[in-house]
């Protein structure tokens, strides 16, 4: 299975304050916010920004999809049974289960839309990010699956995927100033580049080698081991990810640290 892109490989990502204002553009004016020249003009503003300087040009084809993707995720299939709405984390444990317990959607409520998931894929074993849930069902030992579509592959590619398991709220990057969060033994989801393929993979922080940032954000470097198979490789920020209850600890540590 080939990479299901994600935006921020592309491009490293919208800032918070671009993110925030797209999301109200899209509250006041759905339609108008896939609009081509309407998305044109947006990249020419965020590239004028103070708040980009020394970050990649924004391309106006980056807002196109984020608008789209935003209209496109529904969720509301999901919590329409017991237990499919309480979508729980899977994979490595979290450090606080009651950060992991708030991630899950009470019974009878519906996903807040803004929130955005991944899954496992069975096939080979990498977390893609998931368009749409399709439909769901039990089986016969009681567990729950979903189907979903992934962001980026048609319906030939749809997959049942176990909701406890391998289906969780989406790992997000770091921004090149919060480098200092990442230690060793985190747990990241990892963007591998090997010859015939490209995907993300879990994987742990074995060592770090800080080094001195530039225009092009930071250069540090970061030893992962590879979860799924007994490799090594130094990568770069832009390459991690992290699983937002695992994140939310590492910013709560930096902000309690003297």
Same mark, same amino acid.
């Given at each position: 299975?080939d990479?299901?892109?994600?935006?921020?490989? =592309?491009f !490293?990502?919208?800032?918070?304050a671009?993110? +925030?204002k797209?999301e109200?553009l899209?509250?006041? $004016?759905p339609e108008?916010s896939?609009d081509?020249?309407?998305?044109?003009?947006?990249?020419?503003?965020?590239?004028?920004s103070?708040?980009?300087a020394?970050?990649?040009?924004?391309?106006?084809?980056?807002?196109?999809n984020?608008?789209?993707?935003?209209?496109q995720?529904n969720?509301s299939q999901v919590?329409?049974?017991?237990?499919?709405?309480k979508?729980?984390d899977s994979?490595e444990?979290?450090?606080?289960?009651k950060?992991?317990?708030?991630s899950?959607?009470?019974?009878?409520e519906k996903v807040p839309?803004n929130?955005e998931?991944?899954?496992? =894929?069975? !096939?080979?074993?990498?977390?893609?990010?998931i +368009?749409?849930?399709?439909?769901?069902?039990?089986? $016969?030992s009681?567990?729950?699956?979903?189907?979903?579509?992934?962001?980026?592959?048609g319906p030939?590619?749809?997959?049942w995927?176990n909701?406890k398991?391998?289906?969780?709220?989406?790992?997000?990057?770091?921004?090149?100033?919060e480098?200092?969060?990442?230690?060793v033994g985190?747990y990241v989801?990892?963007?591998?580049?090997?010859?015939?393929?490209?995907?993300y993979h879990?994987?742990?922080?074995?060592g770090?080698e800080?080094?001195?940032?530039d225009?092009?954000?930071?250069?540090c470097l970061?030893?992962i081991?590879?979860d799924?198979?007994?490799?090594q490789?130094?990568v770069h920020?832009?390459?991690l990810?992290?699983?937002?209850?695992?994140l939310?600890v590492?910013?709560k540590?930096?902000?309690?640290?003297?």
């Amino acid at each position: 299975m080939d990479l299901r892109p994600r935006k921020r490989i =592309s491009f !490293s990502g919208f800032t918070n304050a671009e993110i +925030e204002k797209m999301e109200k553009l899209l509250d006041d $004016d759905p339609e108008k916010s896939v609009d081509q020249q309407y998305c044109k003009k947006l990249a020419r503003v965020f590239n004028r920004s103070k708040g980009r300087a020394g970050k990649p040009i924004v391309k106006w084809t980056e807002i196109e999809n984020w608008f789209q993707n935003r209209q496109q995720l529904n969720l509301s299939q999901v919590t329409s049974a017991d237990n499919i709405g309480k979508l729980p984390d899977s994979g490595e444990t979290c450090q606080s289960n009651k950060v992991n317990e708030n991630s899950h959607v009470p019974k009878g409520e519906k996903v807040p839309s803004n929130m955005e998931f991944e899954a496992r =894929s069975s !096939s080979d074993g990498a977390w893609y990010d998931i +368009e749409k849930f399709l439909s769901h069902r039990f089986l $016969d030992s009681g567990e729950a699956e979903v189907l979903v579509r992934f962001i980026g592959f048609g319906p030939e590619e749809d997959e049942w995927i176990n909701v406890k398991t391998a289906v969780r709220e989406r790992s997000i990057s770091l921004e090149n100033s919060e480098c200092n969060l990442v230690q060793v033994g985190d747990y990241v989801l990892c963007f591998q580049e090997q010859k015939d393929q490209a995907r993300y993979h879990e994987a742990h922080v074995v060592g770090i080698e800080k080094r001195m940032h530039d225009i092009r954000g930071c250069r540090c470097l970061f030893t992962i081991k590879y979860d799924h198979e007994n490799i090594q490789e130094k990568v770069h920020l832009n390459r991690l990810c992290f699983r937002p209850c695992i994140l939310g600890v590492l910013v709560k540590k930096e902000r309690e640290s003297p």
